[in-house]
Structure formats: C-alpha cells, structure tokens
DNA sequence: GAAGACCTGCTA
DNA sequence: TAGCAGGTCTTC
C-alpha cells in the first residue's frame, strides 16, 4: 500500500516508458466509483484527445497535467496500481497514442482519480511534500509544535507533512527514538531533529530501493513492472514485533495507536 | 480522540 | 470464519 516512496517509484517508471507527451485516445471504467466526483460519461469525454503533457507527484498524489490544462489527480489509497500489462483487478484503462496502454488496478477500490482544473483544491490542503526543499527543519518544528497531539498520528496527518503512511512513521519514529505516543509539544527541539532527519532519510532509501512490499498477496505493493520493492530488507521495526531490536536488543512490541497498528522498540523508544 | 465507512484478499 | 491490512474521510 503506497506510500511516498511507492507512488515515487510508480511515477518514475512511467516516465521511463514514455507515458508523457502521449494522447489519450480512449478510456474505459470498470468500476466508476473510482472518478470522483464526475460520472465516467463526462470524465472520459473530457479527458479523451487530450495529450498526458507531465507526470509528477506531491506527497501520496499523482499528477497527470493535460494539455486541456486541467489535471487527473490519483490517489491509490491502499491498493491502488500501476502496470502496461492488463491483470484481474483493473479499474480504469487508458488506450494512449503509440499502442500504449495504462492499466489502473485496484483490489480494494478505495483509490481515487479526481479531474479538476486547479489541483490546488487538493494540494493545498497538504503540508509540504517530504522529501522536497520545502520541508525544512524550521518548517517542521513549528508544524509539530503547534498541535499537541502524540507524534504518530500527527506524522500520518498530510497537512503537516505529506507522504509518509504507516510504515514509514513507524520506521523514522525508531531510527529518531521516539515513543509514538509522545505528545508532540513535548517533543525537545533536539528530538524533533532527530525526526526530521529521520523522515527524510527513511524515506530516501524508501525511493531507493523502489518502495516496501510485504508478504504476498495481490493486494500487496507492486511497481509499475510486477515487481516487489527492495526496501522490506531496510524495515527495522514494521511487521517485526515480537523479533529483537536491531539498535538494541529488546524485544519489539506491537500496539495500537490511533486506531492504527504500531510497532515500537520499548528499550531504545522510551516514553 | 474515537469509531465507522469505504472494499477485498489473505492469514490464522 | 474472524480478524487484519500499508489510507483517508465523515461523524460524532
């Protein structure tokens, strides 16, 4: 279920295989709940002889920039993705110029593609994209300090930075050594440092190593070729509870926090 | 904050 | 068969 790095990589092998500056020739919806808010009538034939003019990405979103001027934002949520190749559970279709075709799959059906002529109605609503020079150190203290709510569930809040999900928080919040349920005005200035270099350096070898993919299953990460990420083998803590810590040694332990599954190291991530 | 909603597939 | 899953939104 993509992440930051994910959708990075997702986005970058399209562009390796020459997705932008394609013409859309023809779409088909096979579930049409995905477009939001528009019927598939009306988005296909709005988008239909337009060209994909740019493919880029902000936090978990994907950008296709149309030469109509207006944009396809897709969010893949928890199964949303990629392939050139068609496969059981495609969703939406795109037939492009040259014979290309581009297959959105999506097994749970929670991803969303939205048209819209400004993307700035979703944008605007993020923080900055974690791994751009927008997100500062600065930038990122004041963000956290202004809430006080426990660090985890407001490193999973977009509006404060925007890409990191489950897996990615629980691994900067070790490599960091924080609790995640410490309150994050209590957090001293040395220790959201620590996070801010953490998030970035988690998530770069995230996008190096071509995202995390988890056990089998076909809801299970993919890139845009088939192929599992490499970066589970970088995983310190995520679906490891119960093994030792690698910095330490304790034993690390599972729990819920804010309704979502957390694996922290009580030894080294003190509360 | 919490809980439910949106969905299906996999594991225990 | 129940419970769980990497995301986000809505409604308490």
């Known amino acids: 279920m993509p992440e930051l790095p994910e959708v990075e990589t997702i986005v970058r ?21 995905t477009i939001e808010p528009l019927s598939p009538a009306v988005f296909s034939e709005r988008i239909v002889g337009a060209s994909l003019d740019a493919l880029e990405r902000v936090g978990k979103w994907m950008l296709f920039a149309l030469s109509t001027g207006e944009t396809i934002l897709v969010h893949l949520r928890m199964s949303g993705s990629f392939s050139l190749t068609p496969g059981p559970y495609d969703r939406l279709v795109l037939m492009l110029s040259g014979g290309l075709v581009l297959y959105y799959a999506d097994p749970r059906k929670f991803g969303r593609w939205r048209l819209v002529d400004d993307p700035g109605v979703v944008l605007d609503a993020l923080g ?12 990122f203290r004041v963000a956290m300090r202004r809430h006080r709510r426990m660090t985890k569930p407001l490193l999973l809040d977009q509006s404060v930075v925007a890409g990191l999900g489950n897996i990615y928080a629980d691994e900067a919040l ?8 410490t309150r994050s005005d209590m957090l001293t200035d040395m220790a959201l440092d620590r996070l801010y270099v953490a998030i970035v350096k988690v998530l770069r070898n995230g ?3 071509r995202g995390t993919s988890l ?4 809801s ?18 995520y679906g490891r509870a119960g093994q030792s810590c690698p910095r330490c040694g304790a034993v690390l332990k599972k729990s819920v926090v804010a309704q979502r599954g957390t694996t922290h190291c009580p030894g080294c991530q003190p509360r």
């Open 13 to 33: 092998q399209l562009c390796a295989r020459g997705v932008e500056g394609r013409r859309i020739e023809s779409v088909r919806v096979d579930w049409p709940r």
């Open 128 to 139: 900055p994209d974690a791994l751009s020079s927008e997100f500062t150190c600065a930038g």
């Open 174 to 181: 070790w490599e960091a050594q924080i609790h995640p349920e």
């Open 207 to 209: 996008v190096e190593n």
């Open 215 to 218: 056990g089998a299953g076909r």
């Open 220 to 237: 299970n990460y993919r890139d845009v070729e088939g192929v599992a990420g490499a970066n589970r083998e970088e995983v310190k803590v």
